[in-house]
Every structure is written in structure tokens, then in C-alpha cells.
């Protein structure tokens, strides 16, 4: 079992920044790919990011590409997604994901943690 916990979402206006936490418990944290993924309301959960176990590689979906950052640190069990020149249409619930898989789609993943809303103003 692994049990993963967001942090840093909160409100923030269109250009600004905002930067997610994960906290990992439980398992080793350094075996498991860890990804971003978020929710819309009305949207189905969407890829963000991925990163492998070294923290080497990391994979962006197109419409962050460029904006976002993901990194982990595999002695303090923590991943990050810096994010940058935020847009409206980022907003959503981000959930971090764990799993053995290099996948862009959520059943990929076996552990979820409960999500931190981040809202983009217009």
C-alpha cells in the first residue's frame, strides 16, 4: 500500500504560478512511476505528467507542455509539479498517481491520493 497526499492547490489569477505537492507514505516510494493527472467538473480525469523512478524522465501532455515541471525526491518520498503561466482552462482537481506502469491513462495507476483544487481566474 502506498497512501499519497496533495498539497499547494488554492486560487490563483490567469499568468500565475502555483506549485503541488506529494507526499508518499508507506511502500518503498523510489520503486513506482508517480503522474499528475486533474478533473474538470463535467470532464473525465485527464494526464498531466509522469516521472520515472530515478526522477530522469519525465512525459507532459500537450496543453502543459512547456508550462509545467515535475520532480521527485526519492529521499524525502516527495513529488512536485511546478506550474507556470497558468491559464483558466487549468483549472481543475490534481490528483498524484502511483503505479508500475508508463502510462497516460488513470487505470494505470493503483494508488490516488484525494486531490487539491486549483482554480485559475480569468
Known amino acids: 500500500q ?4 496533495e498539497s499547494g492547490g488554492g486560487v490563483v489569477q490567469a499568468g500565475g504560478s502555483l506549485r503541488l505537492s506529494c507526499a508518499a507514505s508507506g511502500r518503498t ?9 486533474r478533473q ?23 496543453s502543459v507542455k512547456g508550462r509545467f515541471t515535475m520532480s ?16 483558466p482552462e487549468d483549472t ?4 498524484c498517481a502511483a ?9 494505470g495507476y493503483d ?3 484525494q486531490g487539491t483544487q486549483v482554480t485559475v481566474s480569468s
Not at 92 to 95: K, L, V
Open 2 to 5: 502506498v497512501q499519497l497526499v
Open 29 to 37: 516510494f523510489s520503486n513506482y512511476v508517480m503522474a499528475w493527472f
Open 40 to 62: 474538470a467538473p463535467g470532464k473525465e480525469r485527464e494526464f498531466v505528467a509522469r516521472i520515472n523512478w530515478s526522477g530522469g524522465t519525465t512525459f507532459y501532455a500537450d
Open 72 to 87: 521527485r525526491d526519492n529521499a524525502k518520498n516527495t513529488v512536485g509539479l511546478q506550474m507556470n503561466s497558468l491559464k
Open 92 to 95: 481543475a482537481i490534481y490528483y
Open 99 to 107: 503505479g508500475w506502469t508508463f502510462s497516460r491513462e488513470p487505470r
Open 111 to 113: 494508488y490516488w491520493g
